[in-house]
Structures are given as C-alpha cells and as structure tokens.
C-alpha cells in the first residue's frame, strides 16, 4: 500500500536509518524535471527568504539597542525578545496548514505582507511623536505570527521546485543566506543606527519585505495536487490532525524530533551562558572576536553542503554530526584557553548547516508533498518548544548550583576543580560539560536502530525473496 495515499498505515520499507531516497508519488512533474526553470524559481524564493531575514534581523538587533537606550530597562528587553521569539514558535503549529492550503508562494506574500501591516503602524506613530515601548512590542509580537508563515512556506518550496538528488544542496542554499544575514544584520543594524535613527531602521525593515514580497511576482511556485480526501472534506482542524496523524504513525521520524528537540534544550543553555563563559576571563572585544568567527563557521558549513551536494542524509549520519556537535560544547567548557573555545566555536557551527539541511531533507523526502508544509511546521514547533524554557533555566542554574560547586572551596573544588578549574565561570565550564555530555549520549542513543525495525526488514526481504 502506498503511504502517500494513506497516512495511517506506516510502511516499514521506508526507514529513516537509511540513505534519503525518493519516495513521493508525485514529484512536481516538469518543474523539478525541468531542472533550470525550477532553479531560478528557488533562487527567487531563496533570495526572499534572506531579506526577510535580514529585514528581521536588521530590526531585532535594532530595536534591542533602541529599547534599552531609551528605557533603560531589563524587563522591556526581556518581554521585546518574548515577542520576537514566541509568537513565531506558537504559530507554526497552525500555519503549515495554511501553507499545503494555498500553497508555498502566497503564504511567502502573506507573511511578508503581515508583518509590513502590524509594523508600519509603530512607523507612523513614531513619526507623529507618539511611539510608546508598549506600541512597539505589540508590533513584534504581530510580525512575529506573521513571519511564522515563512519557513514552511520556502521548505516546501524545495520539494516542488528541486529534484530528489539537488534537495541536499538546494536546503545548503536555504542555510547559508540565513547565516549570512546572521553576520550581516547586526552590522547593518548598528551603522544605520549609528549614522541615522530608529525610523529609518523601520523603514529598511518594511523595504526589505516589500522587496521580498516583488521577488515573487514574476514567478510562479506550483502547489502539491490535494488528495481526494482532503478534496472533499476541506476542513482546516482536520488539516492539522491529518499532520499529527502521520507524525504518530512515523515512530522514527517521531523519535528524530524528540532528539532534535531535546539536544535544542541543552544547546540554548550554552548558547545562553557563552557570553558569562567567556566574559569570566576575558574581554569584551573577546567575546565579539568568537561569536564572528562561529557566524562564520556557520556560512562556511552551508557553503560547504551548497556546493558539494553532500552532507548528512540518514538519521545515523545526523546524529553522527551530532554528536560531534556535542563533543565541540564540552570541549569549550573544559578550560578557560581562548584559542580552545574559538576551535570549538568554530567546529560547532560548522556543524549546525550540516546537521540543519541534513534533516530537513530526511523530512521532505520521508513526507507526502501534499503535507509538506504541515509537517515541517509540526516538527520546526515540537524541536524549538524547548527554548523557552532553557532561557528562565540557565541564570539561576549556573548562579546557584554550577558556580558555588567549583567555588574557591566548592563542594567538587578538590576533584573535578583540579581538572577544568576553579573560580569565577568554571561552573558554567561545567554545565556545558554537562550539556555537551547528554547531546553526546542522547544522539549516540539515537542511532540505535529499533528491533522492530529491523525484524520487520527482514519479513519483508523474505517476503521478496
């Protein structure tokens, strides 16, 4: 029975351990056949992809410097962040649906549209002198929703728009303009602010979703043929259960996301406590020297898969690159040596385009086209709902459990202390120990493949034979 024509039968022969093959019934006909008209279609989409990146990136690193130059308060950072981060994970549970709805280039409009229409209200009252902090964070929140349309939108793009063998490449491409707008935004964000003000930073923001917006026009993104079923019952609760449905009947592409989703924990605790790592021994002009180089490893990792073609494409090979992942945050949190962190900074972002486009093409090539948008946003919502709550953790667990151990006198000064240290920040050195450990453990775990699986394999080769 085929999979794609019935989401609540799983077939075993399609088992994520193995190499990514083709297993769409439809495969966009002509357009991913008809390889240049494709490309340039996907190069439009990319190319919108990274302004409204840049445009995002532009304005939060903007609004952060703004807000705490004009408030001078922690808690309007704080909730400014919340709005810029939350919304966005909240609603991808529900527009991947919109998205296999109307199809991946006017969910593309639509979003940039969105959040040119809850911004530009902050625009005008900040012209008119009537801007308020509150004014503002409504906006981000909006924005934030608006923008949750993107990714799904763009990821189910590749699967009409490129062929099974270029997808590796083509999801590079995706993961290189992201990391380069993460180099450049911040640049960008502090020379507007330094030679204009916050209402050209706006406005940049709005032009560059318009522009994202124009990219598209001339340009057209085929959508996946509904199925009979969903012809006739268009329901928009029963889209999102038809995702959660096959979702549950994936054990392994379910397990894939529960991994990803936990290591995100781990690693946006050492994420969040780099910055104290480092600044515990070291300099501020430090600190930006290594988050540069990290942005850079970034860029170069994507560009390493765009332009080989090659990268992690089974689970095994996933978690293999994961682990090494694992391996770079112990390392950085081993001792308190500048180039050892740079080494491992480096290394670890390396990895992230790897481990990034290597899943997100495990998932569009193990996913009906027609649930595309669905899934991805199921799975980008369930591997990121763990980031809220490592931000709240990190603080208190390093200031109060980590950072007394390996204390002068600590209770673990005269044992693990005499190994990576003591004094101000080696606890934090041992939370990311901590850390680098489990992603280590559960991404070996990981690669175990289920006796079922295999033994289910194996009826089916005899069947065959």
């Known amino acids: 029975m085929n999979l794609w024509t019935n989401t609540e039968i799983p077939n075993p022969q399609r088992n994520l351990f193995m190499q990514v093959e083709s297993t769409a019934t439809w495969n966009a006909g002509s357009e991913t056949q008809s390889g240049t008209r494709g490309f340039y279609r996907f190069a439009a989409v990319c ?12 304005l939060g690193f903007g609004l952060i410097v703004w807000a705490f130059q004009t408030t001078r308060s922690v808690t309007f950072l704080s909730l400014l962040a919340m709005g810029s981060a939350v919304p966005k994970n909240l609603s991808l549970m529900f527009t991947g649906a919109l998205v296999d709805r109307y199809g991946p280039r006017w969910s593309i409009v639509a979003g940039n549209l969105g959040s040119i229409l809850s911004l530009a209200p902050s625009l005008v009252l900040l012209w008119n002198g009537e801007l308020k902090p509150w004014h503002i964070i409504i906006s981000i929140t909006l924005a934030s929703a608006c923008q949750s349309l993107l990714w799904p939108a763009v990821s189910s793009s590749v699967v009409v728009l490129i062929s099974q063998q270029n997808r590796l490449r083509a999801n590079g491409m995706l993961q290189a303009g992201n990391a380069a707008t993460g180099i450049i935004a911040p640049l960008l964000g502090g020379l507007v602010l330094v030679r204009y003000n916050i209402e050209t930073l706006l406005a940049l923001t709005l032009g560059t979703y318009a522009v994202a917006m124009a990219a598209l026009a001339f340009f057209k993104i085929p959508s996946p043929p509904a199925t009979n079923e969903r012809a006739e019952k268009p329901s928009y609760l029963r889209d999102m259960a038809e995702a959660w449905s096959f979702l549950r009947n994936e054990p392994t592409l379910l397990r894939l996301t529960i991994i990803f989703s936990i290591c995100t924990f781990f690693v946006t605790l050492a994420t969040v406590l780099l910055k104290p790592l ?3 021994f070291a ?36 978690m293999l690159v994961n682990v090494i992942a694992g391996l770079c945050i112990v390392i950085g949190g081993a001792r308190p040596l500048i180039p050892l962190i740079i080494v491992a900074m480096f290394i670890h972002s390396f990895t992230m385009p790897v481990t990034g486009s290597g899943f997100q093409t495990i998932i569009q090539s193990h996913t009906p086209a027609h649930l595309q948008g669905r899934i991805i946003s199921t799975i980008a919502a369930i591997t990121t709902a763990t980031m809220p709550l490592a931000y709240p953790v990190a603080g208190p667990l390093a200031d109060h459990v980590f950072e007394p151990l390996l204390a002068e006198g600590g209770m673990l000064a005269g044992s693990i202390g005499q190994v990576i240290g003591v004094g101000p920040g080696r606890g934090i050195g041992l939370l990311f120990i901590v850390s680098g450990c489990l992603i280590v453990l559960i991404s ?11 033994h289910a394999r194996k009826l089916l080769s005899q069947e065959g034979s």
């Open 47 to 58: 190319f919108s992809q990274i302004l409204s990146a840049l445009g995002s990136g532009v």
């Open 278 to 280: 480092v600044l515990s």
């Open 283 to 318: 300099s501020a002009p430090v600190l930006g020297t290594i988050l540069s180089i990290g942005g850079v490893g970034m860029l170069l990792g994507s560009v390493a898969v765009t332009v080989s073609g090659k990268g992690a494409t089974s689970l095994k090979q996933v």
């Open 444 to 454: 070996l775990f990981g690669q175990l493949e289920p006796r079922k699986e295999i």
